[in-house]
């Protein structure tokens, strides 16, 4: 009989020692894969589709005369709706366009008073 080495006599002993699969351990093995995608949907995925509806709800809502904060950091007043752009107003005499993503937020609606 050959000698083996401590190597090879480890690699057997972790070979004869693995548990073998049964019937049920596949759902027992996906359950925790399972609970990890749910946990993270419900944690990071679904707050964050809330949060692009809602800003979508918002461009669709804006108007020529309100008061917005580009993603920039630029406020302006929105002086033309186009397709897929906002004319800003950013001072006396200076327009630039903006496309409809890069509005972050709403300073004022139109008609409201300033304060």
């Given amino acids: 009989m ?8 480890a ?3 972790f070979a004869q020692a693995a548990p073998q699969p049964s019937a049920g351990g596949l759902l ?6 399972v ?12 707050p964050q589709r809330k949060k692009q509806k809602e800003h979508d709800k918002m461009l669709k809502a804006l108007v020529s005369g309100d008061e ?8 302006g007043q929105i002086t033309n709706v186009k397709d897929d752009r906002f004319v800003i107003r950013v ?3 200076t327009k630039i366009e903006v496309g409809k993503g890069y ?13």
């Fill in 11 to 13: 690699l057997t002993f």
């Fill in 91 to 93: 001072a006396e005499g």
């Fill in 28 to 33: 027992g093995g996906m359950l925790p894969i």
């Fill in 68 to 75: 917005v904060v580009t993603s920039g950091g630029i406020f």
């Fill in 35 to 46: 609970l990890l995608f749910l946990a993270m949907y419900f944690l990071m995925i679904a």
């Fill in 103 to 115: 509005i972050s937020n709403v300073v004022r609606k139109a008609g409201e008073e300033k304060k």
């Fill in 2 to 9: 050959p000698k083996m080495s401590p190597l090879s006599d």
